[in-house]
């Protein structure tokens, strides 16, 4: 359904798009069985209303899923790529087809990122050869997320802070920062509750409403507040 305060697409996304609760394998299923579906995009792990993980057997299913009706995987890593050296990405060995990431790429300088796999990079190139190349008249993030500053920062931030050995040391602070936070939620009986996925830690209200479908978290009602430390 729509939703208030978004931007409006030039299509009417309740009639391109088919949505499918995280983690749900049965409800994939349904929506890739009509044979309409050309991208699954999703996150490897949800970010913005806390810290979802998938149910155990998830990607396995979702990859035989995949395979089965030719459909391509897009990941966002934007948020998730706090799990470590490679994102959740390489932690959970999805290997999509194309990959996206931004934000802290470039330390809070606007910046962004895209990777294809080798068999995608081909087809889009091969489609592109045919006359296809048209340039973006929309003009959406290309001055900001291309600049010569962005691409300055993110190669210091990848070469300087986002090292494997940075990522393991920002992971022991975010551990002792969400053992810290979730002592102080306890000691004063706070109804909140915390999560971690590596350098990223989420504090949640439990004033939340029941999903159904196996030990999915909660999720918080509208008038719940969420709070998110990211080390990187």
Known sequence: MRRPGHFVPEADSTTTTRVVEFTD???LERGLRHGEVTPVVTEPALSDIGIVLHEPGFFDGARRLWGQTATLLKVDETHPFSAGPGGATRRFELRPDAL????SLGG????GA???SQE?????GAHLSHGSDTPDADGVDETFAGSATSLAATRAVLGQVLTDRDFAKMKILCTQIAQGVSDAIASHALARSVSQFGTRINTV???????PGGNRPPVPTPHSSSTRTSAP
């Open 100 to 103: 996206t990431i931004g934000e």
């Open 108 to 111: 809070d300088v606007p910046s």
């Open 205 to 211: 209200s439990r004033h939340s409403h029941h999903v």
């Open 114 to 116: 895209y990777g294809l």
């Open 25 to 27: 394998l049965e409800g």
């Open 120 to 124: 995608m990079a081909d087809r889009s």
